[in-house]
């Protein structure tokens, strides 16, 4: 069974669970735990985006499955920690997705400890000092990329050729 990232950093023991599934007083819990580990700090941003992202998983989750309540909620929360980055980094709607990927790993791994988490959220004049920060932080290619130019291959296949039947 595949778990995503989301579910895997927000599953904690300490969590109590029914047997028909966590409840959604434990379900906002374990979104406000997943948000603190994705570094926001600030309390009321913490809780508002918490809000937000449960009532967004109440409406596309089944009447009733607070499991399903609970992977939706992650995931709003990864899709709107993405799309922050995304924003702060100019890279909205474009299709590399790997910058954002390596700015998420940067900041969950700790090397981009001087970004604040929550001036990604918050639309404030400091986002170009946070968007240079967050680029000196990013992992690049050992060795660098580069782009070699590769000569044809001819391209030979198994059955090009039928045998020749015998009479």
């Keep these: 069974m ?3 990232a989301a579910e895997k950093l927000a599953s ?3 969590v109590a669970s029914s047997p028909h599934g966590p409840s959604v007083a434990a379900v906002k819990e374990r979104l406000l735990a997943y948000l603190g580990r994705l570094g926001l700090k600030e309390s009321d ?3 508002m985006m918490a809000d937000e992202c449960l009532n967004r998983a ?3 989750a089944a009447p009733g499955s607070q499991e399903e309540l609970l992977r939706r909620a992650l995931e709003e929360a990864q899709r709107r920690f993405d799309h922050a980055l995304a924003r702060t980094l100019n890279l909205a709607g474009a299709k590399d997705h790997h910058p954002v990927a390596g700015a998420r790993a940067a900041i969950l791994l700790g ?3 001087e970004v ?3 001036h990604l959220f918050r639309h404030q004049d400091g986002q170009t000092e946070t968007a240079s920060r967050l680029r000196t932080a990013l992992p ?3 060795p660098p990329e580069s782009n070699l130019a590769m000569p044809d ?3 030979s296949f198994l059955f090009s050729r039928l045998p020749q039947q015998h009479k």
């Design 12 to 14: 904690s023991p300490d």
């Design 116 to 118: 604040r988490v929550d």
């Design 111 to 113: 090397c981009a400890a």
């Design 153 to 155: 291959q001819p391209i």
């Design 45 to 47: 941003l913490i809780e």
């Design 2 to 4: 595949h778990h995503s």
């Design 140 to 142: 690049l290619a050992t």
């Design 58 to 60: 109440r409406r596309r």
